[in-house]
């Protein structure tokens, strides 16, 4: 069994206390108690974090996928069964697969990450005269309608076509219900087909 010191019982003497089993605290997680989530990210955190670090190589990133790691175990701790592995070769596992969807996401965004403002005004040199004029109006017309859009919706748009968010990622990130953030892509679609709809040059 192993061992962990407990300083809250005699300060400057302290008592060593048992840890509880790690099969134990999943087993109180999935039945709903947070007191063992505590625990169980006390006694393992370090473990989590430094996998993911590594694969990774980067902090930010590494913070997130920890925070997911253990949102995971609170919703599926009930289905853990020692087939698994013990339960740090479970954690281990959960970080693995999280940081490896972390990397595909991260390449993903680097292949489609742009902003608005980077919409280029003028196309390369190999466009004609004529196609360059088209393309510029063509920039100008869609950088004015998602200017026009409320904040909250050119946001949602731009960070899920632009930055390739999914909507729950969206959600997630934004602290908002899926449904409301749904509702604002859509309705920002909306908005910017109708803005364009009337302009010269703009497919619809």
Do not use: C
């Amino acid at each position: 069994m192993m061992l962990a010191l407990d300083f809250e019982s005699s300060p400057g003497r302290p008592v060593l206390a048992a840890e509880p089993d790690l099969g134990s605290l999943l087993a109180r997680i999935g039945r709903g108690d947070a007191h063992a989530l505590a625990d169980l990210y006390d006694r393992t955190s370090r473990i989590v974090y430094s996998l993911a670090l590594r694969m990774l190589g980067d902090t930010a990133d590494a913070e997130e996928v920890s925070a997911d790691v253990y949102n995971q175990v609170w919703r599926t701790a009930r289905q853990y069964t020692p087939d698994r592995g013990s339960p740090i070769t479970w954690l281990i596992m959960i970080t693995r697969s999280r940081s490896l969807d972390r990397l595909r996401l991260r390449d993903s965004r680097r292949q489609r990450e742009t902003t608005v403002d980077q919409i280029p005004d003028r196309p390369g040199d190999a466009a004609s005269a004529e196609e360059s004029a088209v393309l510029e109006q063509r920039a100008k017309q869609v950088r004015k309608a998602l200017g026009a859009l409320p904040a909250e919706q050119r946001q949602a748009l731009e960070l899920s076509f632009f930055n390739g968010l999914t909507h729950t990622e969206l959600a997630d990130r934004l602290g908002e219900p899926l449904g409301t953030v749904k509702t604002r892509i859509r309705t920002a679609i909306a908005r910017l087909r109708a803005a364009l709809k009337d302009e010269p040059g703009v497919a619809q």
